[in-house]
């Protein structure tokens, strides 16, 4: 597994509030400035930990799968996350944003989503869905 974060910082944005919110999101993976934007990449699927539980708590697992499942190409799928949300810690699926988002990319087999997203609690589908 292959996992790849990153985001544009614009002018106006904090290059260090951003990278302190990414941190946060997704520990472990280090980040560094490539351009006009923030890029981190690991191999290591603890690095999700983070993502996995807020998707967990807020009882989105089912809505996060058929996203991942939905988005997946050629070994890869995505999700586009909420810039402004993440700064203050939450994760969101981003619905087109100004500052433009996080983009979290994932090298997975397709076969391997569901656990991906489950992890050892299985489930059949019976989170209630929302965002």
Do not use: C
């Amino acid at each position: 597994m292959r996992i790849l974060v990153k985001t544009r910082i614009y002018p106006t944005e904090s290059e260090e509030k951003i990278r302190i919110a990414l941190e946060k999101l997704f520990p472990g993976v280090e980040f560094s400035r490539s351009g006009d934007e923030i890029v981190g990449e690991s191999t290591d699927p603890r690095v999700l930990d983070r993502f996995r539980e807020v998707i967990r708590s807020r009882k989105v697992r089912d809505s996060i799968e058929s996203l991942l499942l939905e988005n997946w190409h050629a070994g890869r799928t995505f999700l586009a996350l909420n810039k402004q949300d993440a700064t203050k810690g939450v994760f969101n699926i981003a619905e087109s944003s100004p500052l433009g988002d996080i983009l979290l990319e994932i090298e997975i087999p397709r076969e391997d989503i569901h656990e991906l997203v489950w992890g050892d609690s299985g489930g059949s589908g019976s989170e209630v869905q929302g965002r």
